[in-house]
């Protein structure tokens, strides 16, 4: 019986038709089953009424019947043909089998049975309008029987023993109104009840339909995953999306368990717990696995849907990857720290420039007026070497001076081609190395100065410092004892590298300098620069000022640091400085005071600090030239359009008045080509840079020794 079945439910499955397809779908259903009933039922019906025609002699109806049975079969094995030529066959069937019924067996045959189903079927097959067309033909052709009722035009039919009911009754006309209109008005209310239904149902269906397809596209286009799960996590549903975050696909996540693509399964047990609080929960973070093992963050929104009984049953909701988000948080964040901790070197570098300025001055006595005083003394003199210490003393607060100008980020006073290799070789051979391992006798040193291209352009003062600085800061570290790494290399990058710095792209020479100490704490990491903040001991390895001159130094050569630390495994600094191809020039020949003599030439000193004008004037005279000096600018330029000079010892900062550059730029309106060398306690400055491109030739840093301002004056007055 179930084979029978299921060969019959066979015969009825439209081809080409899913459910997806709606109405038409249904409507192909109906007409297969019509079809297959009539097919199997009409037979039992085909038979006897054959066999009645015949005994009777209505050829008539056993033509017909036989014509339309056959049509039948023929409709019902052929499901290839087009839906609307067979839909129009079985209400064509319908319709000439109630006429004829109709016509020859009267109304109370089963023609009227016949044309009601007419409409009704075509409405189903076709639709309201072909229903509304159909009940029309059955008025026609009411209408049309009536008229043949009333003129008797049938008895031409005689002679085919064909002999209409109404003949043999009285009244017929009257009798056909009253059978007529009852049978229209049913037919009608009942064609119309259920053309009606059936149209609202197609629109029904198309809407659903059109929804179902516009969701669908939506559901397979959203960037964000939709997704359903049971309490267990298995996945019922999910959208396409989802392969771009996990790289599975549907079908390899569908049906599956959700649980091996969480990072940590207790941020599900914390969703879960604040779905069944809270019935919902928004932008809660999950990290979820791909199928390449890179995790991703995602922000989750859930609601949690509950059966009848109330029990928690499955959870919907919306995925969505914020690891771009995260990332660009995090790189605004570093942006906005890096700038702060710039904006704020900067103002100290600012306030550490003015203190700088004013004791270079104070400290050009205590620096130059020792070493005029040897100069007078004998060889064996005892008060030598007191000024020697007195100028020695002076020479080391210039040099924490030196640090400050650094800070300031106006340091850099030379651009000279260094080799870095030779740079850490000479300072690990130097004293200031070994004062540092003094302090730390269970401290040892590897290096690995291994750069195969070891030229930079900068100050080799300023370099060696920052070296010193890093390894005293290393030593440091290791209290306890340890190893300090010292290493040379060279690096190409091709594309920007994030660490303390953003690397731009480029060749670089990388000192690294690392430790095996204490390491640097995180919030200690973002002060590590800052001056004055130190955990050293003060007074036996640093002023506070070691790292902010290592800071400084590396952002006026153009450089970046990168700094890799664990607390309680050690610190790792990357010092990245761009690298050169060009080769040092050779050492200068060594200095003797006759070489710097000069020959009676004039130099007009102008500077606001009498000091200073005193301490140059004593040199230049002991050099061998004649000096004049200016208190001011507007005093320089009145005294040389009465006199000349051969050179301008030119002060750049002037309170009040006139300033170096603009007091230099008044000169050169009326003395074209006029010789001057800079001398100042900053180092350069955006004055100093104009003074420079007006003419001026040199550039002398205070506090000067005799022979600093020997080498100057003497070079520019030398020049054509």
């Known amino acids: 019986m179930k084979k029978l079945s299921d060969v019959l439910k066979q015969l009825t499955i439209p081809l080409h038709l899913t459910l997806k397809d709606g109405l038409a779908f249904w409507q192909e259903k109906v007409l297969l089953n019509l079809l297959l009933v009539t097919v199997i039922l009409g037979f039992f019906t085909y038979i006897p009424s054959f066999i009645l025609s015949l005994r009777e002699k209505l050829w008539v109806i056993a033509v017909v019947d036989t014509l339309m049975y056959i049509f039948v079969l023929f409709l019902f094995f052929r499901k290839d043909l087009p839906f609307k ?22 109304p109370f045959g089963a023609g009227p049975v016949w044309l009601f189903f007419f409409p009704i079927i075509t409405g ?57 209109l009852n049978f229209m008005l049913l037919n009608v209310v009942s064609t119309l009840s259920l053309t009606t239904l059936f149209s609202g149902l197609q629109k029904s269906i198309q809407a659903v339909a059109e929804s179902e397809t516009k969701y669908r596209r939506i559901f397979e286009n959203i960037p964000d995953v939709y997704f359903e799960t049971d309490m267990e996590a298995k ?79 499955r959870v919907v909701g919306i995925l969505r990857d914020i690891s771009e988000q995260k990332a660009l948080e995090k790189e605004k964040k570093e942006l906005e720290e890096r700038l702060g901790r710039s904006q704020k070197m900067e103002a100290l570098g600012l306030l550490a420039g003015g203190v700088a300025h004013d004791l270079n001055n104070i400290l050009s006595g205590i620096v130059t007026y020792p070493e005029l005083l040897a100069m007078d003394l004998d060889p064996d003199d005892p008060l030598r070497k007191s000024l020697e210490i007195i100028q020695s003393s002076g020479l080391k607060a210039a040099g924490i001076v030196q640090d400050l100008l650094t800070l300031s980020r106006r340091g850099v006073i030379t651009k000279d081609i260094i080799d870095f290799n030779e740079l850490v070789s000479n300072f690990l051979q130097s004293p200031e190395y070994h004062k540092i391992l003094s302090f730390h006798p269970n401290v040892t040193v590897e290096n690995h100065i291994n750069a195969s291209v070891p030229f930079v352009k900068g100050s080799f003062i300023h370099l060696q410092k920052t070296v010193m600085n890093l390894v005293s800061n290393a030593a440091e570290a290791q209290l306890g004892g340890g190893t300090i790494r010292i290493s040379t290399s060279n690096q190409h990058l091709d594309s920007s590298l994030k660490g303390y710095d953003e690397v731009e792209k480029g060749d670089y020479l990388v000192l690294s300098v690392e430790d095996e100490g204490s390491g640097i704490e995180p919030e200690d990491l973002k002060r590590i620069f800052e001056p004055f ?188």
Request: proline content about 4%.
């Open 235 to 313: 996945v019922l549903e999910v959208s396409p999306s989802l392969e771009k975050i996990s790289l599975y696909t549907r079908d390899e996540i569908k049906g599956k368990s959700l649980f091996k693509i969480y990072k940590d399964l207790k941020q599900r047990e914390e969703a879960i717990t604040l779905l069944i609080a809270n019935r919902a929960v928004k932008n809660h973070e999950i990290h979820f696995i791909d199928k390449d093992g890179r995790i991703s963050c995602c922000s989750i929104n859930a609601e949690l849907i509950r059966n009848k009984t109330g029990e928690p049953e």
């Open 533 to 720: 903040f130190t955990k050293k001991v003060m007074g036996r390895s640093g002023t506070g000022l070691g790292m902010a001159v290592v800071w400084g130094t590396v952002q006026d050569h153009g450089g970046y640091i990168d700094i890799d630390s664990t607390p309680g495994k050690g610190t790792r600094f990357d010092l990245y400085f761009p690298a050169t191809r060009d080769l040092p020039l050779p050492e200068p020949e060594a200095f003797s005071l006759e070489s710097i003599r000069g020959k009676g030439q004039t130099i007009l000193i102008i500077d606001d600090v009498r000091e200073q004008r005193q301490i140059a004037e004593i040199l230049l005279q002991r050099l061998g030239y004649e000096t004049a000096c200016a208190a001011s600018g507007e005093e320089a330029v009145a005294w040389l359009k009465e006199h000349k000079a051969d050179l301008l010892l030119l002060d750049m900062i002037m309170e009040p008045g006139m300033d170096g550059y603009e007091t230099y730029k008044q000169i050169l309106s009326f003395r074209p080509g006029q010789k001057a060398v800079i001398a100042s306690g900053f180092s350069r400055t955006l004055q100093v840079k104009q003074t420079l491109e007006l003419g001026a030739g040199q550039y002398l840093k205070k506090p000067y020794t005799i022979e600093k301002i020997g080498l100057a004056v003497k070079a520019e007055l030398e020049k054509p």
């Open 85 to 106: 030529f067979r839909a129009v066959g079985i209400p064509l069937i319908s319709y000439i089998l109630g006429m004829v019924l109709l016509t020859t067996l009267g």
């Open 124 to 180: 189903v097959l076709m639709g309201q309008r072909q229903a509304f067309q159909a009940i029309f033909l059955n008025l026609l052709t009411l209408i049309g029987i009536g008229i043949l009722i009333h003129s008797r035009q049938t008895d031409f039919l005689l002679p085919l023993n064909f002999k209409p009911w109404f003949l043999a009754l009285e009244n017929p006309v009257e009798k056909w109104v009253i059978i007529c």
